[in-house]
């Protein structure tokens, strides 16, 4: 978890993946000020700066993984000084503009009156004489001169693994106005185009009409379970196309994003992340020797247990060594897994090893699962419902 929104959204609003409250995490993700934003970017930063020092071939940069606006309030907090303008005019233009701004009462016309203002500077441009003009170049050359000063002194500051990240930051066009002020988008918005990320509902939309026509609640349990029912081969084909989908919709996109592996159960994501090659982990001595009793028919944890407290040292020895031989060939398997997988799916790798963390550690409340579950029926679903009992 690399992106700084994500990591807001974790400590802000945790549990949650509803359409709510992703809407209201961007609208406050948004609005937040940018010195406590700066604060997420900059853990996003050493998150992913300890990961590089361990995988030092990945070729995913950091500035990847920001908005524009996120990696300029990271280059500021490294010196970067505001952006020049291209000549006096523009320079003209902004003295004016950025008085309007510190008059300004009512933020949301701001917009309209940067218009007003740029409209009339550049009237007063056209009435100004040489020597007003030549005044203000004279004005814009010594702010340039101030300007390569403190450019020089950021180059010289920053550091070496962000200069990669610099370079692709002043390749990016600047946002427009009207991108910098969009809204997140409305809830109806984020559930139209969420649901061919959740493998049932990629099913459910390909073999609709494989069932019931008239009764939507039946088709969609009947589907359910016919799902549930998919060999594993089967049901990865539908993940996958989830996964398609999720990567095609945001391939070029800045956009803030939940992790894919929100979208899916736990056993959809371990299907997808075993097609990539993620291997079964090793149990413990004890479950690994309670295994191998339960395979020669010894089913009794107590029973098994006897056995290994009357063996003899060597054959203890030697089961034990087959156990961390098993270990050691896991941990390989685990670091080809990893040098292979896909940047965007390790996020939601460590995310699902996270979360097996906390269930070993945290049940969840009963009140919590019941809300779940009961978001557990698409919004689409519920409508055709409703729909039909109102008929």
Not at 19 to 32: I, P, V
Not at 59 to 87: A, M, W
Not at 207 to 223: L, S, V
Not at 265 to 281: A, C, F, R, V
Request: hydrophobic content about 30%; aromatic content about 12%.
């Amino acid at each position: 978890m690399f992106k700084p929104f994500d990591l807001f959204m974790e400590k802000k609003f945790p549990n949650e993946e509803n359409a709510e409250s992703l809407e209201e995490a961007e609208n406050k993700w948004n609005s937040l000020d940018p010195s406590k934003k700066l604060k997420f970017i900059k853990k996003a930063e050493k998150k992913y700066d300890a990961y590089i020092q361990e995988n030092p071939e990945s070729h995913v940069t950091f500035s990847s993984l920001l908005s524009y606006r996120e990696l300029e309030i990271l280059f500021k907090s490294y010196g970067l000084p505001d952006k020049l303008q291209q000549n006096s005019k523009m320079y003209f233009f902004k003295i004016k503009q950025d008085e309007a701004r510190k008059n300004l009462e009512d933020p949301s016309e701001l917009e309209s009156v940067l218009r007003e203002v740029r409209f009339k500077a550049d009237n007063d441009w056209k009435q100004f004489t040489d020597k007003e003009k030549h005044h203000l170049l004279k004005e814009f050359h010594q702010k340039v001169a101030q300007y390569n000063d403190l450019i020089f002194d950021f180059a010289r500051n920053l550091p070496e693994n962000r200069i990669v990240d610099y370079k692709e930051f002043c390749k990016r066009p600047e946002p427009t106005m009207k991108e910098r002020n969009q809204k997140a988008p409305k809830k109806e918005t984020i559930e139209r185009f969420d649901r061919k990320f959740v493998p049932f509902d990629v099913y459910f939309d390909k073999h609709r009409d494989d069932f019931d026509q008239d009764d939507n609640m039946k088709a969609y349990n009947d589907a359910r379970s016919k799902f549930k029912s998919l060999s594993d081969k089967k049901k990865l084909k539908y993940i996958k196309k989830a996964e398609f989908n999720y990567d095609e919709h945001y391939k070029n996109s800045d956009d803030e994003r939940q992790l894919l592996s929100s979208y899916m159960n736990k056993n959809e994501m371990k299907l997808l992340l075993e097609s990539y090659g993620m291997p079964d982990t090793v149990p413990n001595f004890s479950a690994y020797f309670f295994s191998k009793k339960t395979k020669e028919g010894i089913s009794d944890m107590k029973q098994a247990f006897e056995c290994l407290k009357k063996m003899n040292p060597e054959e203890k020895d030697e089961i034990q060594k087959e156990h961390a031989m098993k270990q050691d060939e896991y941990l390989l398997k685990k670091k080809q897994f990893l040098d292979s997988l896909p940047f965007s799916r390790l996020e939601d790798y460590n995310s699902m090893k996270k979360q097996t963390r906390r269930s070993f550690t945290h049940a969840g409340s009963a009140s919590k699962k019941l809300k779940r579950n009961s978001s557990s029926t698409p919004n689409h679903i519920k409508k055709s419902m409703s729909d039909e009992s109102e008929g």
